[in-house]
Protein backbone atom coordinates (compact mmCIF):
# COMPACT_ATOMS: atom_id res chain seq x y z
CA UNK A 1 0.00 0.00 0.00
CA UNK A 2 2.60 2.39 1.15
CA UNK A 3 4.61 1.65 -2.34
CA UNK A 4 1.33 2.16 -4.29
CA UNK A 5 1.10 5.13 -2.36
CA UNK A 6 4.61 6.39 -3.53
CA UNK A 7 4.35 5.13 -6.73
CA UNK A 8 1.23 7.38 -7.27
CA UNK A 9 3.09 10.42 -5.38
CA UNK A 10 5.91 9.77 -7.98
CA UNK A 11 3.29 9.83 -11.12
CA UNK A 12 1.63 13.07 -10.17
CA UNK A 13 4.55 14.67 -9.68
CA UNK A 14 5.94 13.74 -12.87
CA UNK A 15 2.95 14.85 -15.09
CA UNK A 16 1.10 17.68 -12.57
CA UNK A 17 3.81 20.68 -12.93
CA UNK A 18 2.61 24.10 -12.12
CA UNK A 19 2.16 26.74 -14.82
CA UNK A 20 2.21 30.25 -15.03
CA UNK A 21 0.69 32.05 -18.24
CA UNK A 22 0.38 35.22 -18.78
CA UNK A 23 -1.90 37.15 -20.87
CA UNK A 24 -1.92 41.05 -20.27
CA UNK A 25 -2.85 42.91 -23.64
CA UNK A 26 -6.44 43.61 -23.41
CA UNK A 27 -8.34 42.19 -26.38
CA UNK A 28 -9.65 38.93 -27.11
CA UNK A 29 -7.35 37.71 -29.76
CA UNK A 30 -4.66 37.79 -27.41
CA UNK A 31 -6.87 36.24 -24.82
CA UNK A 32 -7.62 33.45 -27.85
CA UNK A 33 -4.05 32.95 -28.05
CA UNK A 34 -3.02 32.54 -24.63
CA UNK A 35 -5.69 30.29 -24.05
CA UNK A 36 -4.60 28.23 -27.14
CA UNK A 37 -1.49 27.56 -24.88
CA UNK A 38 -3.22 26.96 -21.32
CA UNK A 39 -5.55 24.44 -23.05
CA UNK A 40 -3.55 21.80 -24.09
CA UNK A 41 -1.28 22.38 -20.58
CA UNK A 42 -4.85 21.52 -19.11
CA UNK A 43 -5.90 18.69 -20.97
CA UNK A 44 -2.35 16.99 -20.13
CA UNK A 45 -3.04 16.84 -16.69
CA UNK A 46 -1.16 20.54 -15.31
CA UNK A 47 -2.07 22.88 -13.25
CA UNK A 48 -2.17 26.50 -14.68
CA UNK A 49 -2.48 29.80 -12.96
CA UNK A 50 -3.11 32.28 -15.99
CA UNK A 51 -3.06 35.98 -15.37
CA UNK A 52 -5.42 37.77 -17.67
CA UNK A 53 -7.47 40.89 -19.04
CA UNK A 54 -10.60 38.22 -19.37
CA UNK A 55 -10.83 36.18 -16.04
CA UNK A 56 -14.11 33.70 -16.50
CA UNK A 57 -16.09 33.78 -13.73
CA UNK A 58 -16.08 30.00 -13.55
CA UNK A 59 -12.56 28.70 -14.86
CA UNK A 60 -12.03 24.57 -15.71
CA UNK A 61 -10.28 22.40 -13.40
CA UNK A 62 -7.05 23.18 -12.79
CA UNK A 63 -7.06 26.18 -13.84
CA UNK A 64 -6.90 29.68 -11.87
CA UNK A 65 -7.07 32.81 -13.52
CA UNK A 66 -4.95 36.35 -11.95
CA UNK A 67 -7.38 39.10 -13.08
CA UNK A 68 -5.74 42.19 -14.66
CA UNK A 69 -9.11 43.61 -15.94
CA UNK A 70 -8.67 46.91 -15.04
CA UNK A 71 -5.65 47.21 -18.17
CA UNK A 72 -9.00 47.09 -20.00
CA UNK A 73 -10.26 50.20 -18.81
CA UNK A 74 -7.05 52.54 -18.53
CA UNK A 75 -5.61 51.40 -22.32
CA UNK A 76 -7.45 51.74 -25.20
CA UNK A 77 -7.47 48.96 -27.77
CA UNK A 78 -10.01 49.37 -29.65
CA UNK A 79 -9.72 50.55 -33.24
CA UNK A 80 -10.82 53.49 -35.06
CA UNK A 81 -11.02 52.01 -38.48
CA UNK A 82 -11.00 55.47 -40.02
CA UNK A 83 -8.10 56.52 -38.22
CA UNK A 84 -6.03 53.91 -37.79
CA UNK A 85 -2.62 56.02 -38.07
CA UNK A 86 -1.67 57.11 -34.63
CA UNK A 87 -1.88 53.27 -34.08
CA UNK A 88 0.41 52.15 -36.63
CA UNK A 89 3.22 54.07 -35.24
CA UNK A 90 5.97 51.54 -33.79
CA UNK A 91 6.72 54.50 -30.72
CA UNK A 92 3.04 54.56 -29.95
CA UNK A 93 2.61 50.48 -29.99
CA UNK A 94 5.78 50.50 -27.75
CA UNK A 95 4.71 52.89 -25.40
CA UNK A 96 1.30 51.09 -25.16
CA UNK A 97 3.15 47.93 -24.59
CA UNK A 98 5.17 49.63 -22.05
CA UNK A 99 1.90 50.42 -19.77
CA UNK A 100 0.56 47.29 -20.10
CA UNK A 101 3.72 45.36 -18.38
CA UNK A 102 3.40 48.17 -15.81
CA UNK A 103 -0.45 47.99 -14.86
CA UNK A 104 -0.07 43.66 -14.73
CA UNK A 105 3.25 43.87 -12.27
CA UNK A 106 1.84 46.71 -10.16
CA UNK A 107 -1.46 44.57 -9.61
CA UNK A 108 -0.94 43.21 -5.83
CA UNK A 109 -2.43 39.97 -6.82
CA UNK A 110 0.43 39.51 -9.28
CA UNK A 111 2.88 40.58 -6.91
CA UNK A 112 2.11 38.25 -4.39
CA UNK A 113 1.71 35.02 -6.23
CA UNK A 114 5.13 35.97 -7.69
CA UNK A 115 6.67 35.92 -3.81
CA UNK A 116 4.51 33.11 -2.93
CA UNK A 117 4.64 30.67 -5.34
CA UNK A 118 6.48 28.39 -7.06
CA UNK A 119 6.19 27.36 -10.50
CA UNK A 120 8.06 25.07 -12.96
CA UNK A 121 7.49 27.09 -15.87
CA UNK A 122 6.36 30.62 -17.01
CA UNK A 123 4.72 31.58 -20.42
CA UNK A 124 4.59 34.90 -21.54
CA UNK A 125 3.27 36.74 -24.96
CA UNK A 126 5.81 38.70 -26.51
CA UNK A 127 4.05 42.14 -27.30
CA UNK A 128 6.56 44.65 -28.12
CA UNK A 129 8.26 45.09 -24.83
CA UNK A 130 10.99 42.58 -23.11
CA UNK A 131 10.33 43.40 -19.59
CA UNK A 132 8.14 40.11 -18.57
CA UNK A 133 11.90 38.81 -19.10
CA UNK A 134 11.64 39.29 -15.40
CA UNK A 135 8.71 36.99 -14.84
CA UNK A 136 10.61 33.60 -15.19
CA UNK A 137 14.11 35.30 -13.79
CA UNK A 138 12.54 36.06 -10.03
CA UNK A 139 11.06 32.59 -10.55
CA UNK A 140 14.10 30.91 -11.64
CA UNK A 141 12.13 29.05 -14.04
CA UNK A 142 12.39 27.86 -17.66
CA UNK A 143 10.95 30.91 -19.97
CA UNK A 144 8.43 30.02 -22.82
CA UNK A 145 7.91 32.98 -25.01
CA UNK A 146 5.07 33.18 -27.33
CA UNK A 147 5.20 35.05 -30.84
CA UNK A 148 1.28 35.72 -31.49
CA UNK A 149 2.52 36.82 -35.40
CA UNK A 150 5.39 34.88 -37.48
CA UNK A 151 8.71 35.20 -36.93
CA UNK A 152 10.51 39.01 -37.12
CA UNK A 153 13.82 40.42 -36.06
CA UNK A 154 13.26 41.26 -32.62
CA UNK A 155 12.20 37.23 -31.86
CA UNK A 156 15.24 35.74 -34.09
CA UNK A 157 17.50 38.88 -32.02
CA UNK A 158 16.30 37.54 -28.66
CA UNK A 159 17.07 33.25 -29.24
CA UNK A 160 19.87 33.65 -31.84
CA UNK A 161 21.58 35.97 -34.21
CA UNK A 162 19.42 38.18 -37.06
CA UNK A 163 20.26 35.68 -40.07
CA UNK A 164 17.14 36.49 -42.02
CA UNK A 165 18.07 40.45 -43.28
CA UNK A 166 19.81 39.19 -47.04
CA UNK A 167 17.13 36.54 -47.46
CA UNK A 168 13.76 37.07 -45.89
CA UNK A 169 11.34 39.87 -46.72
CA UNK A 170 10.78 41.60 -43.09
CA UNK A 171 7.35 43.01 -41.28
CA UNK A 172 6.22 45.52 -43.88
CA UNK A 173 8.22 44.65 -47.05
CA UNK A 174 6.10 42.91 -49.13
CA UNK A 175 8.49 41.72 -52.21
CA UNK A 176 8.52 38.10 -53.34
CA UNK A 177 11.53 35.55 -52.69
CA UNK A 178 13.82 35.80 -53.89
CA UNK A 179 14.42 39.37 -53.24
CA UNK A 180 16.14 42.13 -55.86
CA UNK A 181 18.28 44.58 -54.81
CA UNK A 182 15.95 46.94 -53.56
CA UNK A 183 13.91 44.92 -51.72
CA UNK A 184 17.05 43.54 -49.91
CA UNK A 185 18.22 46.79 -49.48
CA UNK A 186 14.87 47.88 -47.59
CA UNK A 187 15.03 44.79 -45.51
CA UNK A 188 18.76 45.70 -44.24
CA UNK A 189 16.93 49.28 -43.40
CA UNK A 190 14.22 47.68 -41.44
CA UNK A 191 16.62 45.80 -39.49
CA UNK A 192 18.99 48.62 -38.79
CA UNK A 193 15.89 51.05 -38.23
CA UNK A 194 14.78 47.89 -35.71
CA UNK A 195 18.45 47.67 -34.12
CA UNK A 196 18.43 51.67 -33.38
CA UNK A 197 15.16 51.16 -31.28
CA UNK A 198 16.20 48.33 -29.69
CA UNK A 199 19.25 50.21 -28.33
CA UNK A 200 17.28 53.38 -28.00
CA UNK A 201 15.13 51.59 -25.63
CA UNK A 202 17.95 49.38 -23.77
CA UNK A 203 18.28 51.76 -20.68
CA UNK A 204 14.67 52.45 -20.24
CA UNK A 205 13.61 48.49 -20.82
CA UNK A 206 16.74 47.50 -18.30
CA UNK A 207 15.30 50.08 -15.53
CA UNK A 208 12.03 48.99 -15.52
CA UNK A 209 12.53 45.57 -15.40
CA UNK A 210 15.05 46.14 -12.28
CA UNK A 211 12.37 48.70 -10.94
CA UNK A 212 9.43 45.87 -11.09
CA UNK A 213 11.02 42.75 -10.16
CA UNK A 214 13.97 43.24 -7.92
CA UNK A 215 11.98 43.81 -4.77
CA UNK A 216 9.53 40.79 -5.81
CA UNK A 217 13.27 38.75 -6.10
CA UNK A 218 13.82 40.28 -3.09
CA UNK A 219 11.17 38.96 -0.80
CA UNK A 220 11.63 35.38 -2.45
CA UNK A 221 15.12 35.80 -1.55
CA UNK A 222 16.88 35.45 -4.87
CA UNK A 223 19.37 37.32 -6.83
CA UNK A 224 17.56 38.72 -10.21
CA UNK A 225 19.01 37.95 -12.96
CA UNK A 226 20.43 40.79 -14.69
CA UNK A 227 18.24 42.34 -17.38
CA UNK A 228 21.03 41.34 -20.47
CA UNK A 229 21.26 37.98 -19.84
CA UNK A 230 17.35 37.35 -18.53
CA UNK A 231 16.20 38.75 -21.96
CA UNK A 232 18.06 35.95 -23.73
CA UNK A 233 17.29 33.13 -21.55
CA UNK A 234 14.72 31.66 -23.67
CA UNK A 235 14.10 28.28 -23.50
CA UNK A 236 11.16 27.48 -26.16
CA UNK A 237 9.29 29.88 -28.70
CA UNK A 238 6.04 29.27 -29.88
CA UNK A 239 5.23 30.87 -33.32
CA UNK A 240 2.16 31.40 -34.63
CA UNK A 241 3.30 30.60 -38.15
CA UNK A 242 3.42 27.55 -40.52
CA UNK A 243 5.54 27.19 -43.65
CA UNK A 244 2.52 27.05 -45.71
CA UNK A 245 2.10 30.48 -44.77
CA UNK A 246 5.15 31.78 -44.18
CA UNK A 247 8.56 31.38 -46.11
CA UNK A 248 10.84 28.65 -44.17
CA UNK A 249 13.63 29.51 -42.83
CA UNK A 250 16.96 28.70 -40.59
CA UNK A 251 16.31 28.70 -36.94
CA UNK A 252 17.87 27.02 -34.18
CA UNK A 253 15.67 23.80 -32.73
CA UNK A 254 13.88 25.60 -29.68
CA UNK A 255 12.02 27.88 -32.15
CA UNK A 256 8.43 25.67 -33.00
CA UNK A 257 6.12 26.50 -35.58
CA UNK A 258 2.15 26.05 -33.96
CA UNK A 259 0.70 27.96 -36.66
CA UNK A 260 -3.09 27.49 -36.14
CA UNK A 261 -3.11 26.53 -32.85
CA UNK A 262 -6.09 28.24 -31.38
CA UNK A 263 -8.33 25.82 -33.78
CA UNK A 264 -9.80 23.55 -32.09
CA UNK A 265 -8.59 20.55 -32.74
CA UNK A 266 -12.82 19.05 -33.28
CA UNK A 267 -14.81 22.02 -34.70
CA UNK A 268 -17.52 22.28 -32.98
CA UNK A 269 -21.14 21.91 -33.96
CA UNK A 270 -23.12 24.92 -35.81
CA UNK A 271 -26.26 26.06 -34.09
CA UNK A 272 -29.26 24.33 -35.28
CA UNK A 273 -30.63 27.95 -37.24
CA UNK A 274 -27.13 28.67 -38.58
CA UNK A 275 -26.51 24.99 -39.83
CA UNK A 276 -30.00 25.19 -41.55
CA UNK A 277 -29.34 27.98 -43.55
CA UNK A 278 -25.95 26.55 -44.58
CA UNK A 279 -27.06 23.62 -45.50
CA UNK A 280 -29.88 24.75 -47.72
CA UNK A 281 -27.51 27.59 -49.67
CA UNK A 282 -25.95 25.01 -52.09
CA UNK A 283 -25.74 28.06 -54.00
CA UNK A 284 -22.65 28.90 -52.06
CA UNK A 285 -22.28 31.30 -48.99
CA UNK A 286 -19.77 34.53 -48.41
CA UNK A 287 -19.08 35.10 -45.12
CA UNK A 288 -17.61 38.10 -43.75
CA UNK A 289 -16.43 39.49 -40.80
CA UNK A 290 -14.55 42.33 -39.45
CA UNK A 291 -12.75 40.53 -35.97
CA UNK A 292 -13.91 41.36 -33.04
CA UNK A 293 -11.42 44.37 -32.16
CA UNK A 294 -12.68 46.52 -35.21
CA UNK A 295 -16.85 46.85 -34.87
CA UNK A 296 -18.60 47.11 -38.38
CA UNK A 297 -20.86 49.72 -36.39
CA UNK A 298 -18.07 52.20 -36.10
CA UNK A 299 -18.33 52.22 -40.12
CA UNK A 300 -19.65 55.19 -41.96
CA UNK A 301 -23.09 55.30 -43.16
CA UNK A 302 -21.81 55.07 -46.76
CA UNK A 303 -19.45 52.36 -46.85
CA UNK A 304 -22.41 50.10 -44.73
CA UNK A 305 -25.41 51.20 -47.51
CA UNK A 306 -22.89 50.10 -50.53
CA UNK A 307 -22.47 46.95 -48.72
CA UNK A 308 -25.67 45.97 -48.65
CA UNK A 309 -26.52 46.61 -51.98
CA UNK A 310 -23.89 44.97 -53.23
CA UNK A 311 -24.71 41.52 -51.00
CA UNK A 312 -28.41 42.39 -51.69
CA UNK A 313 -27.10 41.69 -55.76
CA UNK A 314 -24.71 38.46 -55.45
CA UNK A 315 -26.60 34.91 -55.83
CA UNK A 316 -25.28 33.77 -52.74
CA UNK A 317 -26.05 33.68 -48.87
CA UNK A 318 -23.97 36.46 -47.20
CA UNK A 319 -23.53 36.02 -43.56
CA UNK A 320 -22.53 39.29 -41.89
CA UNK A 321 -20.96 39.53 -39.10
CA UNK A 322 -22.13 43.15 -37.62
CA UNK A 323 -22.82 44.23 -33.94
CA UNK A 324 -25.45 47.15 -35.14
CA UNK A 325 -29.41 46.27 -36.30
CA UNK A 326 -29.58 46.75 -39.73
CA UNK A 327 -32.74 47.67 -41.88
CA UNK A 328 -34.12 46.83 -45.37
CA UNK A 329 -32.02 44.00 -45.53
CA UNK A 330 -32.15 42.13 -48.60
CA UNK A 331 -34.03 38.78 -48.66
CA UNK A 332 -29.85 36.77 -48.92
CA UNK A 333 -28.20 38.82 -46.32
CA UNK A 334 -28.23 37.66 -42.60
CA UNK A 335 -26.59 39.84 -40.00
CA UNK A 336 -25.76 38.24 -36.29
CA UNK A 337 -23.95 40.28 -34.08
CA UNK A 338 -21.62 37.14 -33.00
CA UNK A 339 -21.14 34.15 -35.06
CA UNK A 340 -18.69 30.87 -35.02
CA UNK A 341 -15.88 31.56 -37.05
CA UNK A 342 -14.56 28.12 -37.26
CA UNK A 343 -17.57 26.03 -37.62
CA UNK A 344 -18.12 28.58 -40.68
CA UNK A 345 -15.43 28.40 -42.59
CA UNK A 346 -15.45 24.48 -41.90
CA UNK A 347 -19.13 24.07 -43.84
CA UNK A 348 -18.31 22.76 -47.50
CA UNK A 349 -20.78 25.83 -48.71
CA UNK A 350 -18.83 28.92 -47.58
CA UNK A 351 -16.99 29.67 -50.83
CA UNK A 352 -15.54 33.10 -49.52
CA UNK A 353 -14.49 34.55 -46.35
CA UNK A 354 -14.68 38.44 -46.53
CA UNK A 355 -12.14 39.73 -43.50
CA UNK A 356 -9.66 42.34 -42.04
CA UNK A 357 -6.58 39.53 -42.95
CA UNK A 358 -6.02 39.71 -39.29
CA UNK A 359 -3.38 36.34 -38.28
CA UNK A 360 -5.72 34.35 -36.99
CA UNK A 361 -8.45 35.23 -39.17
CA UNK A 362 -5.57 33.89 -41.91
CA UNK A 363 -4.57 30.93 -40.68
CA UNK A 364 -8.05 29.70 -39.97
CA UNK A 365 -9.09 30.08 -43.68
CA UNK A 366 -6.14 28.24 -44.99
CA UNK A 367 -7.23 25.64 -42.64
CA UNK A 368 -10.66 25.19 -44.04
CA UNK A 369 -9.56 26.35 -47.47
CA UNK A 370 -11.93 29.12 -47.80
CA UNK A 371 -9.90 31.71 -50.22
CA UNK A 372 -9.94 35.15 -48.89
CA UNK A 373 -10.58 38.75 -49.92
CA UNK A 374 -8.69 40.94 -47.39
CA UNK A 375 -9.84 44.24 -46.54
CA UNK A 376 -6.62 45.00 -44.49
CA UNK A 377 -6.52 47.62 -41.55
CA UNK A 378 -4.13 48.09 -39.58
CA UNK A 379 -0.95 45.81 -37.75
CA UNK A 380 0.13 42.80 -39.61
CA UNK A 381 -2.86 42.46 -41.66
CA UNK A 382 -1.33 44.66 -44.46
CA UNK A 383 1.17 42.33 -44.52
CA UNK A 384 -0.77 39.02 -44.40
CA UNK A 385 -3.27 40.40 -47.07
CA UNK A 386 0.02 40.38 -49.48
CA UNK A 387 1.53 37.26 -48.39
CA UNK A 388 -2.09 35.41 -48.54
CA UNK A 389 -2.55 36.93 -52.67
CA UNK A 390 0.75 36.46 -53.43
CA UNK A 391 0.41 32.89 -52.69
CA UNK A 392 -2.77 32.63 -54.78
CA UNK A 393 -5.64 32.06 -52.52
CA UNK A 394 -7.08 35.70 -51.59
CA UNK A 395 -7.50 39.20 -53.34
CA UNK A 396 -6.55 42.57 -51.53
CA UNK A 397 -9.10 45.44 -51.32
CA UNK A 398 -7.57 48.63 -49.87
CA UNK A 399 -9.87 49.70 -46.98
CA UNK A 400 -11.73 53.41 -47.68
CA UNK A 401 -15.02 54.88 -47.87
CA UNK A 402 -15.57 53.88 -51.35
CA UNK A 403 -14.52 50.46 -51.18
CA UNK A 404 -17.97 49.27 -52.30
CA UNK A 405 -17.00 49.26 -55.76
CA UNK A 406 -13.52 47.49 -55.45
CA UNK A 407 -15.21 45.26 -53.11
CA UNK A 408 -17.72 44.11 -55.75
CA UNK A 409 -15.12 43.58 -58.75
CA UNK A 410 -13.71 41.66 -56.64
CA UNK A 411 -15.85 39.13 -55.55
CA UNK A 412 -16.55 38.92 -59.39
CA UNK A 413 -13.60 37.81 -59.80
CA UNK A 414 -12.90 35.59 -56.81
CA UNK A 415 -16.75 33.58 -58.15
CA UNK A 416 -16.36 33.84 -61.55
CA UNK A 417 -12.44 31.96 -61.57
CA UNK A 418 -11.83 28.72 -59.49
CA UNK A 419 -8.31 28.95 -59.28
CA UNK A 420 -8.64 30.96 -56.31
CA UNK A 421 -10.69 27.92 -54.18
CA UNK A 422 -8.53 25.51 -55.68
CA UNK A 423 -5.58 27.07 -54.24
CA UNK A 424 -6.94 27.52 -51.34
CA UNK A 425 -7.47 23.81 -50.92
CA UNK A 426 -3.97 22.72 -51.79
CA UNK A 427 -2.41 24.82 -49.29
CA UNK A 428 -5.27 23.95 -47.01
CA UNK A 429 -3.47 20.66 -47.61
CA UNK A 430 -0.22 21.76 -46.49
CA UNK A 431 -1.36 23.09 -43.71
CA UNK A 432 -3.08 20.57 -41.98
CA UNK A 433 -0.39 17.69 -43.07
CA UNK A 434 1.61 17.46 -39.70
CA UNK A 435 3.04 14.93 -37.98
CA UNK A 436 1.64 15.20 -34.57
CA UNK A 437 -0.90 17.96 -33.92
CA UNK A 438 0.20 21.34 -32.03
CA UNK A 439 -1.73 20.23 -29.23
CA UNK A 440 1.17 17.08 -29.16
CA UNK A 441 3.42 20.25 -29.63
CA UNK A 442 2.31 22.13 -26.64
CA UNK A 443 2.46 19.82 -24.09
CA UNK A 444 5.65 18.00 -25.35
CA UNK A 445 8.01 21.24 -25.48
CA UNK A 446 6.99 22.89 -22.18
CA UNK A 447 7.23 20.05 -20.45
CA UNK A 448 10.76 19.08 -22.24
CA UNK A 449 11.87 22.67 -21.03
CA UNK A 450 10.71 21.75 -17.65
CA UNK A 451 12.16 18.58 -17.82
CA UNK A 452 15.91 19.60 -19.02
CA UNK A 453 16.00 22.62 -16.81
CA UNK A 454 15.69 25.27 -19.75
CA UNK A 455 16.30 22.66 -22.65
CA UNK A 456 19.44 24.14 -23.11
CA UNK A 457 20.41 21.69 -25.72
CA UNK A 458 17.94 23.10 -27.86
CA UNK A 459 19.03 26.81 -27.95
CA UNK A 460 21.49 28.55 -30.15
CA UNK A 461 25.16 29.14 -29.18
CA UNK A 462 25.39 32.47 -30.73
CA UNK A 463 25.14 33.94 -27.79
CA UNK A 464 28.25 32.52 -26.01
CA UNK A 465 30.34 34.75 -28.70
CA UNK A 466 30.60 38.55 -29.27
CA UNK A 467 29.42 40.01 -32.23
CA UNK A 468 33.21 40.17 -34.00
CA UNK A 469 32.95 35.81 -33.25
CA UNK A 470 30.05 35.69 -34.84
CA UNK A 471 31.28 37.87 -38.11
CA UNK A 472 34.43 36.24 -37.89
CA UNK A 473 36.24 39.69 -37.93
CA UNK A 474 38.96 38.19 -35.50
CA UNK A 475 39.45 35.28 -37.70
CA UNK A 476 39.40 37.42 -40.69
CA UNK A 477 41.88 40.12 -38.88
CA UNK A 478 44.51 37.04 -38.09
CA UNK A 479 44.13 35.74 -41.77
CA UNK A 480 45.09 39.24 -42.71
CA UNK A 481 47.92 39.77 -40.47
CA UNK A 482 49.19 36.51 -41.92
CA UNK A 483 49.00 37.65 -45.19
CA UNK A 484 50.69 40.77 -44.74
CA UNK A 485 53.61 39.32 -42.86
CA UNK A 486 54.27 36.76 -45.84
CA UNK A 487 54.19 40.11 -48.12
CA UNK A 488 56.45 42.29 -46.04
CA UNK A 489 58.80 38.66 -46.21
CA UNK A 490 58.85 37.91 -49.58
CA UNK A 491 59.08 41.66 -50.21
CA UNK A 492 62.28 41.66 -47.66
CA UNK A 493 63.45 38.42 -49.94
CA UNK A 494 63.27 40.01 -53.44
CA UNK A 495 64.99 43.45 -52.30
CA UNK A 496 67.92 41.19 -51.03
CA UNK A 497 68.18 39.64 -54.43
CA UNK A 498 67.97 42.65 -55.86
CA UNK A 499 70.54 44.20 -54.09
CA UNK A 500 72.88 40.98 -54.46
CA UNK A 501 72.38 40.88 -58.47
CA UNK A 502 73.65 44.67 -58.22
CA UNK A 503 76.88 43.58 -56.10
CA UNK A 504 77.37 40.88 -58.70
CA UNK A 505 76.98 43.17 -61.53
CA UNK A 506 78.91 45.61 -60.41
CA UNK A 507 81.60 43.55 -59.23
CA UNK A 508 82.07 42.21 -62.85
CA UNK A 509 82.31 45.80 -64.00
C1 LIG B 1 0.91 55.38 -20.89
O1 LIG B 1 0.88 55.82 -19.56
C2 LIG B 1 1.25 57.17 -19.39
C3 LIG B 1 1.34 57.46 -17.90
O2 LIG B 1 0.22 56.96 -17.21
C4 LIG B 1 0.24 58.06 -20.12
O3 LIG B 1 0.62 59.42 -20.00
C5 LIG B 1 0.22 57.67 -21.59
O4 LIG B 1 -0.77 58.39 -22.28
C6 LIG B 1 -0.06 56.18 -21.74
N1 LIG B 1 0.10 55.85 -23.13
C7 LIG B 1 -0.62 54.92 -23.75
C8 LIG B 1 -0.36 54.71 -25.19
O5 LIG B 1 -1.46 54.26 -23.18
C1 LIG C 1 18.10 30.86 -17.08
O1 LIG C 1 16.91 30.11 -16.97
C2 LIG C 1 17.04 28.87 -16.32
C3 LIG C 1 15.75 28.16 -16.41
O2 LIG C 1 15.45 27.94 -17.75
C4 LIG C 1 17.49 29.10 -14.88
O3 LIG C 1 17.65 27.87 -14.23
C5 LIG C 1 18.80 29.87 -14.89
O4 LIG C 1 19.14 30.20 -13.57
C6 LIG C 1 18.68 31.14 -15.71
N1 LIG C 1 20.01 31.69 -15.90
C7 LIG C 1 20.55 32.57 -15.07
C8 LIG C 1 21.93 33.04 -15.39
O5 LIG C 1 19.95 33.00 -14.12
C1 LIG D 1 -8.10 33.10 -62.83
O1 LIG D 1 -7.19 33.77 -61.97
C2 LIG D 1 -5.83 33.39 -62.13
C3 LIG D 1 -5.00 34.06 -61.05
O2 LIG D 1 -5.21 35.43 -61.02
C4 LIG D 1 -5.37 33.75 -63.55
O3 LIG D 1 -4.04 33.33 -63.74
C5 LIG D 1 -6.28 33.07 -64.55
O4 LIG D 1 -5.94 33.46 -65.85
C6 LIG D 1 -7.75 33.39 -64.28
N1 LIG D 1 -8.59 32.62 -65.15
C7 LIG D 1 -9.59 33.12 -65.85
C8 LIG D 1 -10.38 32.17 -66.67
O5 LIG D 1 -9.86 34.32 -65.82
Known amino acids: MKLFLLLLLVVTMAHGYNILCIQTVPSKSHFQLMKGIVDPLLKAGHQVTMITTFPDSKPEKNLKYVDVSRIQKIVPMNVDMMDHNKNQDIGYVKMLARNISRLAIETPAVREMLVNEQFDAVVSEWFFSDVDAGYAAVQQAPWIL ?231 VFGDQPSNAMRSVRAGHALMVAFATDMGRELKVALNEMLGNDSYYKRAKFLSKLFVNRPVTTTKLIQHYVELAIESRGAHHLRSKTHLYSWYQIWMLDQIGLLLLILYVIYKVFKKITSFFKKENVKEKQKIN
Open 146 to 376: LSGIVMHYHIEYLVDTVRSVPTIPAFKNDASIPMDFHARLRNTFAYLFMTFGTLMDYSLEKSNYDTYFTPIANSRGVTLQPYHEALHNISIVFVNSHPSFAPAQSLPPNVIDIGGYHIPEYTPPLPKDLQDLLDSSGQGVVYFSMGSMMKSANMPEQVKKDLVSIFGELPYTVLWKFEDKLDNLPKNVHVRSWLPQTSILAHKNVKVFITHGGLLSTLESLKFGVPMIAIP
